[in-house]
């Protein structure tokens, strides 16, 4: 594997560092409508069963088991990731469940090990804040996907209504890193931001949703839509390879 950037190789410590409480954590933040969010997001994939599919940067693979869900016995999952702690999280989480058709694999989202063409879906669930180059990581959720085939993302997202959007500011920018430093006590990750003062940190230089729409497109994708849901809190983007 090539040399981490700078980036990469805080954003793995970070969530090395917080995999443990990483999923009370998402639900208590997202105060509790983070499975609503999911339920929408992967109603939009139209996965049934005996489908093939793909979630990249899977943390702890709570996407990968719902889908799995979908897709019954017939299917098959694979969820991606470079962070060792959620992947240990993830097979965990398989194995007590007793699924024989999940597979976890640490690997690169800008660089994909897998096959052009290979997935009926891919999907991507709050990770692209994270990745050194989101338009490559749009590219490569294209490439391995199967004509037909969806490529979905959920992500956080800044409400267009300004009223919406000063509630939000104020709760992410400033009450989250609060509540994080309960779990992170505000240590800081390579000498740089503490795992939840990063988390909105992320979202500063960050596409609004037009532009990531404008991203899916250029990627290849056909009859893009984005979804706002929480207020515009987060948003669902959804496109079709032809």
């Known amino acids: 594997m ?23 954590m998402n639900l208590v933040m997202t105060w509790g409508m983070l499975p609503r969010w999911q339920k929408f997001m992967l109603n939009k994939t139209e996965l049934k069963s005996g489908d093939i599919a793909l979630d990249v940067c899977c943390g702890t693979g709570e996407l990968a088991i719902k889908m799995r869900e979908m897709v019954g016995n017939q299917g098959k999952i694979w969820g991606l990731d470079f962070s060792e702690k959620m992947l240990e999280v993830a097979q965990a989480k398989v194995k007590n469940l007793g699924y024989n058709n999940v597979n976890f694999i640490k690997g690169d989202a800008l660089k994909l090990p897998f096959e052009d063409n290979t997935f009926t879906v891919v999907t991507n669930g709050f990770a692209l804040r994270n990745v050194v180059d989101i338009s490559k990581a749009i590219l490569e959720m294209t490439r391995v996907v199967k004509p037909g085939g969806r490529v979905v993302c959920l992500e956080v997202s800044r409400p267009f209504n300004p009223i919406l959007r000063l509630g939000f500011n104020l ?29 909105p940190e992320s979202l500063k230089n960050f596409p609004d949703q037009e532009k990531l729409k404008a991203i899916f497109w250029a990627a290849g994708l056909e009859q893009v839509k984005y979804f706002g849901l929480g207020g515009g809190a987060v948003t669902v983007h959804v496109g079709k390879k032809g």
Not at 13 to 18: A, D, H, K, P, T
Not at 178 to 196: E, F, M, Q, S, T
């Open 2 to 24: 090539s040399q981490l950037s700078d980036k990469d190789q805080y954003v793995k410590n970070l969530f090395n560092s917080i995999a443990g409480n990483y999923d009370m």
């Open 171 to 199: 709760y992410f920018f400033k009450i989250v890193p609060i509540i994080g430093r309960l779990v992170d006590k505000g240590k800081a990750i390579d000498n740089k931001y503490p795992a939840y003062t990063w988390l």
